[in-house]
Structures are given as C-alpha cells and as structure tokens.
C-alpha cells in the first residue's frame, strides 16, 4: 500500500511563505499526478493544485493562483507546493494525494479520483 508523506507546514503571518513536501513513505513510488488538497476547520476537503509528473503540467484552483506554486525533483517522485502571499483563508490541513488511473482524472476538482493519501500537515495563517 502506497503512504504519501507531507512536511513543511506550520504557522505564518499574513503575507508570508511555506513551502511543503510530499512525497510517498519509501520513495519508491512515482505517480504519474500528484495532487494537494485542504481542509480548513469545519469545511469539507477542497482541491488546491495538481500537477502531471510528464509533462509537468500543473492546475490550481482560482483562489491560489499567482501564490502557490507546483514543481517536482528531476526523479518526479518529490513535489513541492511554494506557498507564498499566504491568507488566513489558507489555513487547514494541507494533504498530498495520488493514484489516478488516468491522466484525465489528475485534476484538483478530482478529489475522488485519487487512491493514495497522507495523513496531512497543518499550515495556520494569522492576520
């Protein structure tokens, strides 16, 4: 069984930038779509970006584009989510998520699609 691991979250102010990893528990595993996800207090879990090993292609949603930026290592089993500009409205639980059967399906709207995931890493915004 795949375990993607998170790290890299924590507390910031308004404005600042957090840069979290993920990647799956052996590093063995590659996927072919990795995709972020949160989940603020009381809200359900909402897809924030996704990105397509090969070609490198990256999706996020409207409220983080031009602040959060996707990238992989030159293996594709490690991405990286650049946080920057942070709001308090990013505050929650950041997951990491793959497993997608098809390429069609890596998609941060795809919340469902996704098979593999980890158990989260907190980022907290103060204003």
């Known amino acids: 069984q795949v375990q993607m691991v998170e790290s890299g979250g924590g507390s910031v102010q308004a404005g600042g930038s957090l840069r979290l990893s993920c990647a799956d528990s052996?590093?063995?595993?590659?996927?072919?779509?990795v995709g972020w996800f949160r989940q603020a207090p009381g809200k359900e879990r909402e897809g924030v970006a996704t990105?397509?090993?090969?070609?490198?292609?990256?999706s996020y949603v409207d409220s983080v584009k031009g602040r959060f930026t996707l990238s992989q290592d030159n293996t594709g089993k490690a991405v990286y989510l650049q946080m920057d500009s942070l709001r308090p409205e990013d505050t929650g639980m950041y997951y990491c998520a793959a497993g997608v059967y098809s390429d069609s399906e890596c998609s941060p709207a795809r919340i469902e699609s996704f098979r593999y995931w980890g158990q989260g890493t907190q980022v907290t915004v103060s204003s």
């Open positions: 052996t590093y063995r595993y590659r996927s072919n779509c």
């Open positions: 990105i397509l090993i090969s070609p490198g292609r990256t």
